[in-house]
């Protein structure tokens, strides 16, 4: 039994739960068509979130009370659309949380999972570690599961089939709902698991940039291929030692005029490469219906135009500076998420919205940057930080996705572990049996 000190059993439980988070989801998917929509993934999730919450009451954390506040005024705008929008008149209490509440509990579940973290890791370090990468090989190794499970047939196709577009191969997800959402989710465990392999065991960086690759083009996300090339390519530049560039010009040379070749090769081979992916009618269409726009935005600029106009027309301003939540927006269109999480989270919850997802990006930049010169992993999660930022704009489902808010909190975490300073220290921390270090 580890020992712990007064008042801890909360993070006992979730350091044994919490490696199980992604499959829950897995799980809910593959028993939707058997055991109906219970919300399996929901429940044991809501569990985590109450484990959290109870562990940072007992240690008398500050920030729940800012997150309280955030969650208040994010309630307030959505409850006077219920109050007010006769069409919403007729819907319980109790529907109208569970519409309302989860999203804005999605939003708020990184910075709620961060601040339990950092106290977890000043208390515990070295069962936080090992916490880490069970957390990361057991999701990792679900992922690569599901996927390879959906080339064989079973789950779902990434995409449905869209009208004008004959595309051959519509992508796998196996049994996860959202093929965005799994994406990033790929994006953050498997960085861990490159920093993790690098430079210490470089097969085994090899084998996971091939498995990443390959899991990011079977589901067929933008995002997903171009981040994790990205994440493969700049990892061991980011872990580099100080002198290496000095050391090693002239490799380095030869290694980017070769990368810049291989660019050049893709470019030019494009149209068939991404025919043989599947991807090119979905992308002609794309640029013909909206030129440039369309291939990155996927029409999520339109959605935004409409949203807007939409609710400028039926909202005062008031109204909208604290947001109208979702069944405001549902009551006019029936597609009422932008897919962009900042105008997302600004139509939905307003100002509340606005400051999570500046608090929540700008909390995590700051502490990478912080830990700059000072921790190994802080320049590789500050790449991987501005990786999703982008994705936010651009395909969304990181600040409001129900999968990525625990291993996206937990691997900034680890940018304060003192354990990951030395490669002895770290490859002892999987060892550790539980979070039994000290007595805090």
Known sequence: MPRLAAGSWPAFLLFYLAPWFLLTDSISGALQHTAGELPWSLMFKGLLLGLLIWQLILWRNKNLLLLLGLLLLGLSGPVYSYLTIPALSG?????????????????LAPLLAFSFLLQFCRRYPLALLAMTDRLMLLSYSIVVLNLTLGLLGFGYTAYQPMDNVAQPFLGVKGFFYSTNELAVVLLVVSCWLLWRSWPANKMRYLLVSLLTVGCAGLLLTKTGLLGSLLLVTMIPFLTAKPGFYRQFKRPLLTGLLLTLCSLLLLIWYAEPLLRAAGLYDKLAYAYQQRGVAGILLSSRDLYLSVIWQQT???YQLLHRVFGVGIAGVSVLLKKYFIEIDLFDLLVFYGLAGGLIFSLTFGRFFYSCYRQLGSHPLASTVLLLNLLLLGVAMLAGHVITSGMLWLPWAVLNAAV???????????????MARGPDERSA
């Not at 529907?95 to 999605?106: C, N, T």
Request: hydrophobic share 45%.
């Open 416 to 430: 304060f572990n003192p354990y990951l300073l030395t490669p002895t220290t770290a490859a002892n921390a999987t």
């Open 91 to 107: 819907q319980t209490v109790l529907h109208f949380i569970a519409r309302e509440l989860p999203l804005l509990l999605k939003a």
């Open 312 to 314: 400028e027309q039926h």
